[in-house]
């Protein structure tokens, strides 16, 4: 599998409508100032709590973040005259700010709300609590922001284990992801995946918006999993915890025997293993893949299968007196 860095895609700068869109419908983010300050961006994922700057210290002012406004910087201005925190808000709004977020269900002071209009500043509100609204803010930035990584692929959820079949056109994706969604497993994408980047060591798949449950079946055409096998069948996005590498049987080519040695290749920072699985007449390669999946749960709750066999030879290997090659030792009337 190769991957093109042509295809890795990271975001810039978004735009506070498109910051206002997403954060009202999942967080219940409101507006105080309708869509002034709209085209205003947000270039980076971090928030900031302004009480330092709010007491008058600005030198370590980071003020191209989302300014959060929480119980602390509220009672501090509640302590103070109107004609003081009409000065305080002109002088935090002499910066560049993209927004402020005004926590605990707490409505903002109606000068700040006439100075930001005036000055183009959007005031945003959350009835949740500071915490918990940073939390999602920061978690919907990381991801808007993260390393994007676009693959010609199927995507599968098997067992819980979010399986990548890469490559080349034609070799048969799309069949065997087909065959697992009959099998009861689901569906995340197939032929464009979306791998992002979410925290260290974790990439996450999904589909586009457009075509994510839509399968290309050659011979067949366009078919909609989701319609067809019902919601049981898809999931909107998963971890990516193995890449499946389908390929024509190559006599040449050295495939492994033990699996005692795993192969990884490194997604955006992120080690994948990877499995090349050669394509042969006969070979069900649905029910190989479904094997990869719980072998990779055995090898997550500790058990691993090559080198238990491994052990077990070199334990015969250091005491050869011990060795007998048949599993039981007697046979009546084939019972045990």
């Known amino acids: 599998m190769k991957i093109d860095k042509k295809n890795i895609s990271q975001k810039e700068s978004i735009t506070i409508k498109y910051f206002h869109k997403h954060t009202s419908k999942n967080f219940g983010i409101v507006s105080y100032t309708g869509e002034v300050g709209f085209d205003r961006t947000i270039n980076q994922p971090n928030l900031h709590r302004p009480g330092l700057a709010l007491a008058g210290f600005v030198k370590l002012f980071s003020y191209d973040r989302i300014q959060i406004f929480g119980n602390t910087e509220i009672s501090y201005l509640n302590s103070l005259p109107i004609e003081k925190r009409k000065i305080i808000f002109e002088n935090i709004f002499e910066f560049n700010i993209p927004c402020i977020v005004i926590t605990n269900g707490v409505m903002p002071f109606p000068e700040l709300i006439e100075l930001a ?6 005031i945003f509100g959350s009835s949740l609590d500071t915490t918990k609204i940073s939390y999602l803010i920061v978690d919907f930035l990381d991801d808007v922001f993260a390393n994007k990584l676009s693959v010609h692929a199927s995507f599968v959820d098997v067992y819980g284990i979010g399986m990548l079949f890469v490559g080349k056109s034609g070799i048969g994706k799309s069949e065997v992801a087909l065959d697992l969604v009959e099998r009861g497993h689901r569906l995340v994408a197939d032929d464009v995946v979306i791998l992002t980047k979410k925290g260290e060591g974790i990439l996450m798949g999904t589909g586009t918006s457009l075509g994510s ?124």
């Open 117 to 122: 209009l005036k000055k183009g500043i959007p």
């Open 213 to 336: 449950h839509f399968m290309e079946i050659r011979g067949i055409g366009i078919i909609d999993v989701r319609s067809m096998f019902g919601v049981r069948a898809i999931r909107f996005q998963k971890r990516l915890e193995v890449i499946v590498e389908l390929e024509v049987w190559d006599p040449n080519q050295a495939y492994t025997r033990t699996g005692l040695d795993i192969t990884n290749i490194q997604i955006i920072n992120v080690d994948i293993p990877i499995i090349k699985l050669p394509i042969l007449p006969g070979k069900n390669i649905t029910v190989v893949a479904e094997v990869i999946a719980l072998n990779y749960l055995l090898k997550h709750y500790g058990y691993d299968a090559a080198k238990v066999l491994s052990e077990n030879i070199q334990k015969k290997m250091e005491r050869p007196e011990d060795f007998d090659i048949s599993n039981v030792n007697y046979f009546e009337h084939d019972f045990e």
